[in-house]
Structure formats: C-alpha cells, structure tokens
C-alpha cells in the first residue's frame, strides 16, 4: 500500500507565503515524477508544478516566479514554497508521485488526499 499525506495548507493573506509537504510512504519501489495539482471551485483540476526525480521542474504559467518546487528523494518528499500569494490561487491542492511498487510493476499515479489553501484578499 502506499500513501501520500500533505501538509501546510491554511489561511493566508493576499502577498503571504505557504509552504506545502507531501510525503509518500509504504511499498515504493522508485518514483520518476512528483508533483501539485490545485482545483478551485467550479474549475478543472489543474498542474501546478512538476519535478523529476534528476530534479527537473515544470510550472504552470500562472505561478512562475512566486512558487518553488523542490524534493528530497532521501525521504520520497516533495514540497512547494508559494509566495506572493494571491486570491486566485484559493484551491485545493494534491500532490501526486508517479511511482512503481516494485521491479517489475508499471509506474503509476498516486494522489493524496487534498490540502485546502485559503488566500483573503
């Protein structure tokens, strides 16, 4: 079994910063990508930020230069630094890992349960 468990959502103002956690546990035999995907109410999940195992990012043109991404592949750990916060950004956001079990088994996604960010603006 494997889990995804996410941290460091909350309620900030407009121009403050957040830092996001998520950590995959369990049966993991490699991950290749991990990264945040937000939803907002009424609107289509959508990608945040990535990054490679080799530590290769890719964002979403609306958060370039105010949010980070980084991992530790020692802990199977990936955050998101986001900073300048603004009211648009107010969404859920899921982490996911693109993980396989073990030698042999295809690498698949794996979500975790949502942490809820609030910026008021």
């Known amino acids: 079994q494997v889990q995804l468990v996410e941290s460091g959502g909350g309620l900030v103002q407009a121009g403050g910063s957040l830092r996001l956690s998520c950590a995959a546990s369990?049966?993991?035999?490699?991950?290749?990508?991990m990264g945040w995907y937000r939803q907002a109410p009424g609107k289509q999940r959508e990608l945040v930020a990535a990054?490679?195992?080799?530590?290769?990012?890719n964002y979403a043109d609306s958060v370039k230069g105010r949010f980070t991404i980084s991992r530790d592949n020692a802990k199977n750990t990936v955050y998101l630094q986001m900073n300048s916060l603004k009211a648009g950004d107010t969404a859920v956001y899921y982490c996911?890992?693109?993980?396989?079990?073990?030698?042999?088994?295809?690498?698949?996604?794996?979500w975790g349960q949502g942490t809820q960010v609030t910026v008021s603006s």
């Open positions: 369990g049966s993991i035999f490699s991950i290749n990508a």
């Open positions: 990054i490679t195992s080799g530590g290769s990012t």
């Open positions: 996911y890992a693109d993980l396989k079990r073990d030698w042999d088994q295809p690498f698949l996604d794996y």
